[in-house]
Antibody
Framework: QVHLVESGGGLVKPGGSLRLSCAAS????????MGWIRQAPGKGLEWVSY????????FYADSVKGRFTISRDNAKNSLFLQMNSLTADDTAVYFC????????????WGQGTLVTVSS | EIVLTQSPGTLSLSPGERATLSCRAS???????LAWYQQKPGQAPRLLIY???SRAIGIPDRFSGSGSGTDFTLTISRLEPEDFAVYYC????????FGGGTKVEIK
């Protein structure tokens, strides 16, 4: 079955950087778009970024454009999110998710990894 | 950006009752590309409905979606104990946006 496991979260100071990873299994990773969605503590869902199967198409929310970079390694069934210039507003649980419509529809989600930006 | 407004914020119902959740878009959702997700505390969201009306794999038929354009509804015909959760709508027709969520709690 589809399994997505995020890692790399933690505590980082404002202005710092962090790289999240997502290990995928149970499906042909290279066939699917993948994405990141975040959820601030006690808040709703916010789309962050998603990437096409061959990395040709990449989309970012305005709130992270220019600071975050999504990438993938199909040989290793892995998705990444490089996060730079972090602020307190980036504090959230970051979910990795499989996308099925090439437009931002996510059918399977990981359990998430918590990123806390604080001095 | 398309803004999705969900109502009510909280719905207090008893098991066996019918739940009707609303999602209203600030402009027409292209292709009626509207999805609903369920999220329980400490868990990842689960896709319930896509394309406004299609149930995702494994979703019980007590969940149904309806609507088009700017007004969409998620209906749970008879609430089971495991259905008490937060529900989010999401449009994926023009970029992506999520609604603020509706909490369905036990009365």
């Amino acid at each position: 079955q589809v399994h997505l496991v995020e890692s790399g979260g933690g505590l980082v100071k404002p202005g710092g950087s962090l790289r999240l990873s997502c290990a995928a299994s149970g499906f042909t990773f290279s066939d699917y778009y993948m994405g990141w969605i975040r959820q601030a503590p006690g808040k709703g869902l916010e789309w962050v970024s998603y990437i096409s199967s061959s990395s040709n198409f990449i989309f970012y929310a305005d709130s992270v454009k220019g600071r975050f970079t999504i990438s993938r390694d199909n040989a290793k069934n892995s998705l990444f999110l490089q996060m730079n210039s972090l602020t307190a507003d980036d504090t959230a649980v970051y979910f990795c998710a499989r996308e099925i419509a090439a437009a931002g529809l996510f059918d399977y989600w990981g359990q998430g990894t918590l990123v806390t930006v604080s001095s | 950006e398309i803004v999705l407004t969900q109502s009510p914020g909280t719905l207090s119902l008893s098991p066996g009752e019918r739940a009707t959740l609303s999602c209203r878009a600030s402009q027409s959702v292209s292709g009626d590309y509207l999805a609903w997700y369920q999220q329980k505390p400490g868990q990842a969201p689960r896709l319930l409905i896509y394309g406004a009306t299609s149930r995702a794999i494994g979703i019980p038929d007590r969940f149904s979606g309806s609507g088009s354009g700017t007004d969409f509804t998620l209906t749970i015909s008879r609430l089971e104990p495991e259905d008490f959760a937060v529900y989010y709508c999401q449009q994926y027709g023009t970029s992506l946006t999520f609604g603020g969520g509706t909490k369905v709690e036990i009365k």
